[in-house]
């Protein structure tokens, strides 16, 4: 459920970019949600997977990492943020925010001090989502889309003073 969720919302959510080319969309998926990384993901301790239903069918998910840290975050104990996505059919509906308000929860539970990600640069609506739940720009990194180096822009929230919307 979860592989077949997690290749459908990125999908979605990249394929169509016209900064992003087939062939590379088409190697980082091939990679990055083949089943044998997915299971390893899954099966690893330092990985918590959230995953939202409505009606029995997975509209969306989170991936958590703990022990995850890049340069300019600020923590003591960080947890980075690595996958948020919603299925298409369910845009709209709660699910991003219900996810991220599971993911505030789950860090502080773990003791997490802060939550972090890294969101690409021509992702304007992701960036617009993660500000509105008080993330703040730390940086970026190099993230590697098939043969293409993207910029992604570092995010962090601390998680100690984290109020529900």
Sequence with gaps: MVVELARVTFWD?????????PHDTQEYM???FSVERMTGQLSDPDNIFLVA???????????LVRHSTEDGIVAEKPIELNRLYVHQKFLG???????????????????????WLGVWEYNPRAQAFYT????????????QFGSDPQTD?????????????
């Design 93 to 115: 509906k709660g699910v991003g925010p219900a996810l991220m308000e599971k993911c505030f929860e789950t860090g502080k539970e773990n003791g997490h001090d802060v939550i």
């Design 13 to 21: 959510a990249f394929a169509g970019h016209p900064k992003n080319a």
């Design 30 to 32: 091939k990679n990055a």
């Design 132 to 143: 509105k739940y008080g993330f703040q720009f730390a940086g970026n990194h190099i993230f």
């Design 53 to 63: 239903e409505i009606e029995n069918e997975a509209a969306g998910y989170a991936r």
């Design 153 to 165: 822009l570092l995010m962090q929230k601390e998680l100690s003073g984290h109020e529900c919307h």
